[in-house]
């Protein structure tokens, strides 16, 4: 018999439009989209906007952006703004099942309660005094203008999971508080949307950040009262800044915004968000379903990886050297950058960021503002330019003549005729640059002339 094949694997990206993602998010977002690729799945994207004081409609514009960069832009967007008639249905089957009940404490009171517990050496958890009220006591507390809150009752009981990153987990749900599902408004918090989105639109695997291990226990056992099969879970390591510090997307660290505006190849963002924190060693990879083969929760870390942003310019820059000219040609078109495949080799290997290109095809096509520290010198060697065409020898060829005619060497041979030629005393090797600049403007610049 001819085994089955396995359906393919849907899996999920869930922010909310409260702040710009940052690098922590992307990771999040990088090794579902990966993994969905990588197995020929379906990678969804969830707005969690049921904040509605918080959610930003900028924000939301900024995350399909922020993806699209990253090149990961998703089989399927949904938002969960348009989705809260499931999440009644759902609330309504629960109420129907003894498992969601209605709560009357203010946050005040909520907070005394907690305050009492520590006092005496308790677990701050919801001592489910609503569980004992009355028909006539909730008509009493509603008729005083009180609007319940309403809790899901948690079985105490251990909850098990084998976790693709973390492998055996077990959260005992007897020392959490019963979760809230619904506010006093009607609104929905970020549970119960999570768990109806997952299971309607077949979620297979969940993959975040090990703050949400506590999140997944409550979560199976609402799956459960709905009827519902659990998703697999992954809960990955969080990422820090290099300081250490946690990553906040109101506080706008190491935004993607950001790092976009700096002008960092997104392959050198993604590779590093995915493999910092691995037992795989960060390297430029050639793509990002180069990158989706390299993607293994089994290789990561327990402890929290810090992302630094000096190891990240590295990377940046390796990655730059090492793409084709045929994979920047529209990029450097559209910065105005000319010189076709030639000037890119001559350029790529003295690059930090693409943008970078820009200043060199400058010096190439000018203006420049030559520095002359040996007029003589460089009229001298402005009379011995050769005849054109001019290839990848004719700097060797022009600067051996140059010395046999002058007796300079080294330093005091080149350094002269590169900042007369280029106005500076670094970059790319002349041997290269020199046919790009060409003879009538390479002689205009030994004569020290602008242009």
Not at 123 to 152: K, M, T, V
Not at 199 to 213: I, Q, Y
Not at 384 to 406: F, I, S
Request: charged letters at 25%; hydrophobic letters at 45%; proline letters at 6%.
């Amino acid at each position: 018999m001819t085994p089955s094949t396995p359906p393919a694997p849907v899996l999920r990206f869930a922010p909310s439009p409260t702040g710009l993602l940052h690098i922590g998010n992307a990771r999040t977002a990088l090794l579902n989209a990966l993994l969905a690729r990588r197995a020929g799945g379906t990678f969804v994207l969830r707005l969690d906007d049921t904040d509605r004081e918080r959610s930003r409609e900028e924000y939301a514009q900024a995350i399909v952006a922020d993806l699209a960069w990253l090149g990961i832009a998703p089989d399927l967007a949904v938002r969960q703004s348009e989705r809260i008639a499931l999440y009644g249905a759902a609330a309504q089957r629960l109420k129907a099942a003894g498992r969601l009940y209605p709560c009357f404490e203010t946050p005040v009171e909520l907070e005394r309660k907690r305050r009492v517990q520590l006092a005496r050496g308790l677990p701050p958890i919801y001592d489910r005094a609503a569980l004992a009220l009355s028909d006539a006591d909730r008509a009493r507390l509603e008729a005083e203008g009180r609007r319940p809150h309403w809790r899901f009752r948690l079985d105490h009981r251990a909850v098990a999971w084998d976790d693709r990153v973390r492998g055996e987990v077990s959260v005992d749900c007897g020392s959490l508080s019963d979760p809230v599902l619904v506010r006093e408004d009607g609104s929905y918090l970020y549970t119960l949307p999570s768990v109806v989105d997952d299971a309607s639109l077949g979620v297979t695997l969940v993959v975040r950040g090990e703050d949400h291990v506590t999140n997944t226990a409550v979560q199976i056992q609402i799956l459960e009262a709905l009827g519902h099969a659990p998703p697999a879970f992954g809960h990955h390591n969080l990422l820090t800044t290099a300081s250490g510090e946690g990553l906040s997307k109101r506080l706008g660290h190491l935004s993607l915004r950001g790092l976009r505006e700096a002008g960092l190849e997104p392959l050198a963002v993604a590779t590093l968000a995915v493999l910092v924190g691995s037992s795989d060693a960060v390297r430029p990879v050639a793509s990002l379903d180069a990158l989706a083969a390299l993607v293994d929760l089994g290789h990561v870390s327990r402890a929290p990886a810090r992302f630094d942003e000096a190891e990240l310019a590295a990377l940046n820059a390796r990655v730059v050297h090492e793409t084709p000219f045929e994979a920047v040609a529209g990029r450097l078109a559209d910065m105005g950058v000319g010189g076709g495949a030639a000037f890119w080799e001559a350029v790529r290997g003295n690059l930090a960021t693409l943008r970078e290109a820009r200043d060199w095809w400058g010096v190439v096509a000018g203006p420049v503002t030559p520095v002359i520290e040996d007029a003589d010198f460089c009229a001298r060697a402005g009379a011995m330019l050769p005849p054109e065409p001019w290839d990848a020898g004719t700097w060797k060829a022009w600067t051996n003549a140059v010395k046999a005619h002058t007796g300079a060497k080294g330093r005091a041979l080149f350094m002269p005729l590169r900042k007369a030629l280029t106005g500076r005393d670094h970059g790319p090797e002349l041997a290269a640059l020199l046919p790009l600049i060409g003879r009538a403007e390479a002689a205009a610049r030994l004569a020290g002339e602008s242009a």
